[in-house]
T-cell receptor, first 115, second 109 residues
Framework: GAGVSQSPSNKVTEKGKDVELRCDPI?????LYWYRQSLGQGLEFLIY????????KSGLPSDRFSAERTGGSVSTLTIQRTQQEDSAVYLC?????????????FGPGTRLTVT | AQRVTQPEKLLSVFKGAPVELKCNYS??????LFWYVQYSRQRLQLLLR??SRESIKGFTADLNKGETSFHLKKPFAQEEDSAMYYC???????????FGQGTTLQVKP
C-alpha cells in the first residue's frame, strides 16, 4: 500500500519568504509526527498530532513555525520569514495510534534550503 | 532531562566482524527504546524495539537499566548493513521520539 508521502521533495527559498510543507500520512493512521534532520542537530522532534489536535508542540523552534492537520489526514508545516538556520530535511511520520507500541512510518522528507 | 547519546559518529568494520553500536540514555521513567536505520537513499525505518525482544536482520539490542544503555549488536557484519543507525527514546509513551545523533556504520569488504 501507499506509504507516507511528502511534498515538495525539495524546496529552495529566499530568506524571509514563507514556505509550506505537506505530509500525507498512511490512511487510517491517527498519529502524525514532524521531525527535522539537520547537520549538527541530528533528528529533532517538532510537533505531533492525535487526530487534528496537537498535544505536544514543544519542539517547534520559534513562533515562525506552525502546523495544522485537517480531516485527521493531511498535515501542513508552515515556516514564516524563513532563516538560513531553517535549512534542513523535514520528516513526517505516522502511526496507527500514538505511543511507543505503534511503529512510526516515515516519509521521504522535504529538503529545505534557505538562501 | 531526557537524552539519547550515541558516542560514535562513524564505526568502520570489516565484513564478518562483530558490530556493537553504542547507545546510552537518560530518562526518569521506564524507557521505551528503539533502533532506527536509514540506508542510502531510503527512508528512515524501524529496525527493532526493546519491548519486542526480537532479532531483526541478525541485530539484537538489550536494555540495561543499570547502565542506562541499549547497545545494538550483530555477531557478523554484512556489507548490506552499511547505513546510518539512530537510537531513540519514546518520551512519555506518546510516540514523541528523542533521537541520538546517529552512528554511520561502514562495513568494508
Amino acid at each position: 500500500g501507499a506509504g507516507v508521502s511528502q511534498s515538495p521533495s525539495n524546496k529552495v527559498t529566499e530568506k524571509g519568504k514563507d514556505v509550506e510543507l505537506r505530509c500525507d500520512p498512511i490512511s487510517g493512521h491517527t498519529a502524525l509526527y514532524w521531525y527535522r534532520q539537520s547537520l549538527g542537530q541530528g533528528l529533532e522532534f517538532l510537533i505531533y498530532f492525535q487526530g487534528n489536535s496537537a498535544p505536544d508542540k514543544s519542539g517547534l523552534p520559534s513562533d515562525r513555525f506552525s502546523a495544522e492537520r485537517t480531516g485527521g489526514s493531511v498535515s501542513t508545516l508552515t515556516i514564516q520569514r524563513t532563516q538560513q538556520e531553517d535549512s534542513a530535511v523535514y520528516l513526517c511520520a505516522s502511526s496507527l495510534l500514538p505511543g511507543g507500541s505503534y511503529e512510526q512510518y516515515f516519509g521521504p522528507g522535504t529538503r529545505l534550503t534557505v538562501t | 532531562a531526557q537524552r539519547v547519546t550515541q558516542p560514535e559518529k562513524l564505526l568502520s568494520v570489516f565484513k564478518g566482524a562483530p558490530v556493537e553500536l553504542k547507545c546510552n540514555y537518560s530518562y526518569s521513567g521506564s524507557p521505551e527504546l528503539f533502533w532506527y536505520v536509514q540506508y542510502s537513499r531510503q527512508r528512515l525505518q524501524l529496525l527493532l524495539r526493546h519491548i519486542s525482544r526480537e532479532s531483526i536482520k541478525g541485530f539484537t539490542a538489550d536494555l540495561n537499566k543499570g547502565e542506562t544503555s541499549f547497545h545494538l549488536k550483530k555477531p557478523f557484519a554484512q556489507e548490506e548493513d552499511s547505513a546510518m543507525y539512530y537510537c531513540a527514546l519514546d518520551s512519555g509513551n506518546t510516540g514523541k521520539l528523542i533521537f541520538g545523533q546517529g552512528t554511520t556504520l561502514q562495513v568494508k569488504p
